[in-house]
């Protein structure tokens, strides 16, 4: 098989398709978008049917059972599909907002229009329900998706793809705007990341490996998230109650996540009344825990951490403490161990918690609040294609807007150049 | 000698000076503009010197004399390159900005605060202003700066960039925010631009040639400006006389730039009033015309335009005409060989005026204007770091917005995720 030849018709395809949608207005795409939902959910036993394929090969092949499970379409996960669908269908459009206009001297008007960015193109692993969200927010602003799934899910992508593609095009969208690299074949990833000029983004979705081979190999700009080594620096004018909360909660209440803290740094001052509480705390949730060498001397039975533990993303219950000397030496460590993801401080000093939101350089800097609550969702963002580790274009969690771009839009009355 | 060590070195030094420059304030940096000016002038004499060696060495290789040209440093040429620095120190900051902020429902009030965005290399030919020019934008937004100039500059840029380093550092700026990759050697780009996590952004400023050598090898992203293939379209509801003066500015004026005109596409019922007054005009100028059948019937001596023209950006005065039946066709036509630089419709019809500027997918898009006036001084934006022709992160001139990122603020009250 050609994979170089029919990954370039698909993704011509996309394009052709992204410049008809420039003239398809918002009450069509929610009307597709609601169609398409409720193909989805009227279409649930052949989805069933399909996705019963993958789940039997990634049985026969052995495959985890936690891969397994993430690869299950249960009657519950196809009705959040919709679900979703119906939620992006009423989230506001972000194409066609101008976001500044002014005038100039010759009296030439001059605006930035939000506008589609073209073809993007999505690669991710095995959660079918990812073709579904990623297809609506790529359409709800205006963008044509080049899909690219897992090989484990073909089945249940191709049969999500067919339905809502059909449901999209019965209301007037271009079928290219919805399109499958139906490859299970890796080489269809390396060609489609090469295609400069006809697929303007690439946002993968998946593990640590898969990021960095397409951002190794791409020539068409790459928005991804790397790893979350997020932490909390407890200051030593903390509400240490507060502290407590908020500690406990970024590192227990979902540790396999990118925004659970990995290290909590505390502030001399208030290490001895701080850490024996807190520590008992973690100790009896069950978080294995490694300290620094004063930490050790104030709690029992905490292993000595190592330089590289702090590098870690362990996403488990598992905490690097270390007592700092004070703020200026727990910004430092941010910014050496760190992975810029999110970052809080915990104080009630109002010109130290000015100066962390200032010169902490990651993608969300909070002052009392829970490193957990980095999420579109909790930041009222609507929907999220995923976070952003990078600082070009977008930076955390990336809603619809994140999908646009901007243009100038000029209204002249016959202006020349000098 | 260790090319790869002296790069990573380098751009760890920057990378170190970014974090510094957090802290700095808008007033610290605005003072180190305004001292870097004053040494530049009052160290003319030295930059001559410097300068006379590249010349020289330039004329001994025998290059040709616009590049001879570029490469001089006047004292006219001098004292603008000090004009350019104080000009930046009194454009407004954009770090700290906070451009939108929210409270959500659990009381934790969420906003977007505009940030450097770290460390930015610049990667440039011949001309050796471009060294203060970038280095002044780059500081003014909270960046470090990472030069690597042509290496014909080279004694040139070497001089620069220790005037600035000197002026800035007195003025409490790390030493770090402006580093000069002092190689000649092309490796070096090489090097720099694969420096993930260090470096966070490339800007090259050149030939194409240099624009996809970076575009291929990098692993950091790239804003990157190719051709500019613009056009103008006279619909059947222009003003004939305003019509003619915009396609004659927008060819004319300069056309050696990317935002002339190389292709002007005119409405069938118009052509035969419009055309052949608008093609004595050019004629007359020193154009060479280039047209489809239609202008051929209508204007004697027109060459016969080749399909290949279309995609041509000649810099120089030639121009492609070509009749088409509707603005639809002329969509088509834009779409098909334009480069989304800048397109113009010069009309009176306020229903095709909305489209065209809704439709057409431009880095600017005009109606009733010069297409010669797409640019950063322009349309106010200050000072100008070169046009984007990317659609991922900034798409047009890039001021000093264009030379930050966001971040996500959060402050709280003790908020926890549920």
Not at 3 to 15: D, N, P, Q, S
Not at 318 to 326: A, G
Request: net charge negative; proline share 3%; aromatic share 4%.
């Amino acid at each position: 098989m050609d994979i170089r030849g029919f990954v370039l018709e698909k993704a011509t395809e996309a394009k052709e398709a992204a410049r008809r949608l420039l003239a398809v207005n918002t009450e069509q795409k929610n009307r597709a978008l609601v169609r398409m939902a409720e193909e989805i959910v009227a279409n649930a036993a052949v989805l069933k049917e399909e996705n019963q394929k993958d789940v039997e090969y990634a049985k026969a092949k052995g495959l985890s059972s936690a891969l397994v499970d993430r690869l299950t379409l249960t009657d519950k996960r196809i009705h959040e599909m919709a679900e979703g669908l119906r939620e992006v269908a009423q989230l506001p459009d972000p194409v066609g907002e101008i976001t500044k206009m002014w005038q100039r001297p010759n009296g030439m008007v001059v605006g930035r229009m939000r506008v589609p960015i073209g073809v993007i193109g999505i690669i991710y692993e095995s959660r079918p329900n990812v073709t579904a969200d990623a297809t609506s927010l790529c359409l709800k602003a205006g963008n044509a998706v080049l899909l690219r799934g897992g090989s484990e899910a073909i089945n249940s992508n191709r049969a999500i793809v067919s339905i809502l593609r059909k449901a999209a095009s019965e209301e007037g969208i271009p079928e290219g705007a919805i399109t499958f690299i139906d490859v299970p074949d890796r080489a269809a990833i390396m060609e489609m990341i090469k295609l400069e000029g006809i697929v303007d983004l690439i946002i993968p979705r998946g593990g640590e490996g898969l990021i960095r081979t397409v951002t190794e190999n791409a020539r068409v700009p790459v928005l991804k998230h790397y790893k979350g080594v997020c932490h909390v620096f407890v200051d030593r004018d903390a509400d240490l109650k507060m502290a407590e909360e908020i500690c406990f909660n970024a590192k227990v209440q979902r540790p396999g996540t990118c925004n659970a803290m990995e290290t909590m740094l505390v502030d001399e001052p208030v290490a001895d009344r701080f850490l024996p509480v807190m520590l008992r705390r973690f100790r009896e949730a069950g978080v294995r825990l490694k300290g620094c060498e004063k930490t050790r001397t104030l709690f029992a039975e905490v292993e000595e951490v190592k330089e590289d533990d702090f590098y870690e993303e362990y996403l488990d219950l598992v905490l690097n403490v270390k007592v700092v000397k004070d703020m200026d030496e727990a910004m430092e460590h941010i910014a050496r161990y760190g992975s810029s993801h999110t970052e809080t401080i915990v104080t009630d000093n109002y010109e130290r918690a000015m100066r962390f939101l200032r010169e902490v350089d990651s993608s969300a800097v909070m002052v009392n609040a829970s490193t957990r609550l980095n999420d579109g969702g909790q930041f009222g963002l609507g929907a999220e294609i995923g976070i952003s580790t990078d600082k070009i274009h977008a930076r955390g969690p990336m809603g619809l807007e994140e999908l646009t771009c901007t243009k100038f839009i000029v209204l002249g009355s016959g202006q020349l150049r000098e």
